[in-house]
Each structure stands twice: as C-alpha cells, then as structure tokens.
C-alpha cells in the first residue's frame, strides 16, 4: 500500500463522502445493510486506488467503483428476497403511502429511495447519478452505455418518477 | 440536464450521517478481506478433499477390481470438476475502475460460458465413472442375481442416469440462452 493511495481514497472519501451515502441509500433500505455497505464501499474505493491509471477522472473512477459494489450488493441480495422493476413497470408500483412510514427523516425522500431502490440495473445506476448533477455523457462515462441511449433512459425515468410523486401526493 | 429538477433538489437535501473510517480501519477491513477470499478458497479445497477421501475410502475397502476401477474415475472426474470450478468461478473485480456495463458483461459472459460448457467440464468427467460404477455393481461376481435381472436394474440405473445429466443439460442451455439475451440488450444499449 502506497501513500498516494491513501491520498486519493482520502481525497475521494473527503468529496464524495456524502454522494456515496445518497447510494447506500437507494440501493439498501435495511439500515445495518446499508452502513455494511457503505464500508465495503469504502475499502473498495482504497483498494482501486492501488490500480488507478487516470485512464479516466477521479470522479468517474470513483463513481464506476461505488456503483459496480452497489450493483453487487443489489444483484445478491435480489437472488434471496428481493423484486426488481423494469423502467415500464415503473408506472405500476403500489402507492408511496406505505413506503412514506419506514423511518427516514423526510416521507419523500424516502419514498424517491424506495422507488430508485425498486428499479433495475442500469435504471438505477442512471437516475441516481442524474440526480447527483452529472450529465448524459458523464453518466455513459460511468456505466458504458451510449450517451444517446442514457438521455432517453433519464428522460423516460423523470417521467415516470415524477408522475408517481405527483399521483402519490394525492392519495 | 441542467434545468432546475424538483427531484434532483431532493436528492439534494438528504442529510449527511455521521460515517468515521479511519485509514487504519481501511487497511484492517482490506487485509480481512483477503485473508476471507484465502479461507473461502480453503474450504472449496477442503470439501473437494473431503469427497476424494470417502470415495478413496470406498476404493480402499471394496474387493471388487471393477468397483475400485470406477470410483477411481468418479475421483478423478470430481477432481477435475473442482480445478474447473475453481478456474470459472473468478468473477470480475468490482475495483477495477470499470465501467458498470463493461464490469455487468463481464460477469453475464462468465456465466454464459459456464452454463454453455456444463457438458463439457461437469457431466462428461463424471460420466465414464458413474456408468462403470453402475457396471461393475451389476455385475460383481459376488451378486447371485439372474442376468435379466441385473439387465433390468442397469437398464433402470442408466436411464435415471440420462434423465438426470440431461435435465441438468437442459436447465443450463436455457440459461445459457437468457444470459445471451441479456447480453445482446447490454451490447445494444452501448452502442445506443
């Protein structure tokens, strides 16, 4: 282990610390799951950090680390008990009332998490890095899809998000 | 993208917890990992072991040439299976830096191989063993068993044989087949 290793996990532990949680978060709703999870994030993101080439940024380096562990996670724990949506079932997901009562600190925000939590990858992938402000190209730099085919993914997946806020708001 | 989103503002406002893990922590928690991938690999070993040891057993204390002669085979078929298993079963490293598609097809094309080559590398070595264990019970010399009789129990033995190797054959081409469908669709997203 060298000390730019541990200079660069520091660095990235320091900038995405809090983007990393927002992760955790839609993509493990058991709380002691979650902090398990954001560990193995975080010693995977040192371990990378021996490997780093700059063959691409910190932040999408950083970014296809977290998410590839996530994805592991959700695809194992989807093995045993857990049900995945696609993008079109989206629309028919039972209303948020539910999933408002688990104990976040806000009824929406834990129901946005739910519904990420609920969708496949590289749904969720996508529209949780879209939410953290990156762009098309920047979300295709992350996941390996075509930028043409991640902006129509956003687009469909703010569609569908939004109008499932909008219904359950009503309920 | 860049136009205000009501969605992207609560994301936004999710709150920080508290998440201490100091350097030390890391080194720890990296080093207990490779010492857990060091045990796993034991234990695979280990049970791999374990079954060349009973069916050695066996082979040690049957009088019979033929018997000894197939679960000799069976040892060396379940050896090979675990050498095979411990090649495939390298899934690709979620630290590599790769992208999510790159690291999914990855793993999608391990499985497809596997689940294609089940033939080849987990029914056809254990095979040749199976069959002249069927054999060699049938027709020990120890047996006092009308031939027809012995006929009619390989002939069962054989065919539950097949059914089996061919069900298991069956299920993993058709995986085989979901895995290739589900790499077409990933292939076809990337190239948009």
Not at chain 2, 86 to 112: C, M, N, P, Y
Not at chain 2, 153 to 167: I, L, S
Not at chain 2, 172 to 188: G, M, V, Y
Request: proline letters at 3%; one cysteine or more.
């Amino acid at each position: 282990m060298s000390e730019v290793q541990d200079q660069r996990y520091a660095q990235a532990a320091a900038e995405f610390g809090a983007a990393l949680q927002r992760l955790v978060r839609a993509s493990e709703a058991n709380p002691e799951r979650r902090r398990d999870l954001l560990q193995e994030m975080h010693v995977a993101l040192w371990r990378s950090f021996a490997a780093y080439d700059e063959r691409c940024s910190l932040r999408t380096w950083i970014y296809r680390v977290a998410h590839n562990v996530a994805a592991t996670h959700v695809d194992k724990e989807r093995r045993f008990n857990r049900a995945s949506v696609t993008l079109d079932d989206i629309e028919h997901l039972p209303s948020g009332a539910n999933i408002a009562a688990e104990s976040e600190e806000s009824d929406a925000i834990a129901r946005l998490n739910a519904l990420i939590r609920q969708l496949k990858s590289p749904d969720r992938q996508i529209i949780t890095l879209y939410l953290e402000g990156e762009d098309a190209r920047s979300i295709a730099e992350v996941t390996g899809l075509s930028p043409g085919a991640v902006a129509t993914r956003v687009s469909r997946l703010k569609g569908a998000l939004a109008k499932h806020f909008i219904e359950t708001a009503h309920v | 993208m860049s136009e205000f989103d009501p969605l992207r503002s609560l994301w936004s406002q999710q709150k920080e917890e508290p998440f201490a893990m100091s350097l030390t922590d890391i080194h720890e928690r990296a080093s207990r990992f490779q010492t857990r991938i060091q045990w796993r690999n034991a234990i695979e070993y280990g049970a791999g072991a374990l079954v060349v040891f009973a069916f050695g057993a066996i082979a040690w204390e049957t009088p019979d040439w033929g018997v000894r002669a197939a679960v000799v085979l069976i040892i060396t078929g379940v050896a090979y299976i675990c050498w095979k298993l411990a090649t495939i079963a390298g899934a690709a490293r979620k630290d590599d830096g790769v992208s999510w598609a790159d690291f999914h097809r990855a793993e999608l094309v391990r499985q497809r191989d596997a689940t294609a080559s089940v033939w080849r590398w987990y029914l056809a070595p254990l095979l040749p063993g199976v069959v002249a264990f069927i054999l060699a019970s049938m027709f020990s010399p120890a047996e006092d068993v009308p031939l027809i009789a012995r006929l009619g129990v390989v002939a069962v033995a054989m065919a539950w044989v097949a059914a089996v190797f061919f069900g298991i054959a069956h299920i993993n081409k058709r995986a085989s087949q979901k895995l290739q469908e589900e790499i077409d669709k990933l292939d076809a997203a990337r190239r948009g």
